[in-house]
């Protein structure tokens, strides 16, 4: 059958399509969140990795940057300051924060619990295993206790994979200390 309109344009992808529902993907605890893949680098052919993360308040990530990657925040439920660049913004439900690489930023959790949806553009397969390096597979789907950072595994394991650059601790203690007051 010669049919054009049953030839695959070489332009299109020959991925297939991703499709998961609430609670599935792989689930892994980092910095005391529960981070649900929900589309990996290889699965888009690197077009994007995107990956639900619930937090807790008083969650916050050191200052870094993405060398190679943008990184968008979408808070789809609770609060967050973000620190970018320099400057402070607090994000709440239903906002955006993106990015882009090479940026220094930071996130503090503000609210009780909060409920991000995070894409990463290009996908970005070094900054997944990072993740599960660093965190460990989430045997529940819940999120973990409350731990400190543990920032000599995150610079070992940022500087083996390349894809985030530590540049410092989380500029948030002001915000933290008047948060758990």
Do not use: Y
Request: aromatic share 6%.
């Amino acid at each position: 059958m010669n049919d054009p309109r049953h030839q695959q344009d070489p332009r299109m992808s020959t991925r297939t399509a991703i499709i998961r529902a609430e609670g599935e993907g792989d689930a892994v605890w980092f910095n005391s969140d529960l981070f649900t893949f929900k589309a990996t680098a290889d699965e888009t052919e690197q077009a994007f990795t995107l990956f639900e993360e619930r937090s807790q308040r008083g969650k916050a990530t050191p200052l870094h940057l993405h060398p190679k990657a943008d990184e968008t925040f979408w808070v789809i439920e609770g609060e967050i300051r973000v620190h970018v660049d320099g400057a402070e913004t607090t994000v709440r439900q239903g906002g955006v924060a993106s990015v882009p690489r090479g940026m220094p930023h930071a996130m503090l959790v503000t609210s009780e619990t909060a409920l991000l949806l995070t894409i990463v553009t290009p996908g970005c397969k070094e900054l997944e295993m990072f993740f599960r390096e660093v965190g460990q597979p989430a045997t529940q789907r819940t999120l973990p206790p409350s731990a400190p950072l543990p920032m000599d595994r995150i610079r070992a394991s940022a500087m083996r994979h390349g894809s985030v650059v530590i540049l410092g601790p989380p500029p948030f203690k002001a915000h933290a200390a008047a948060d758990s007051a």
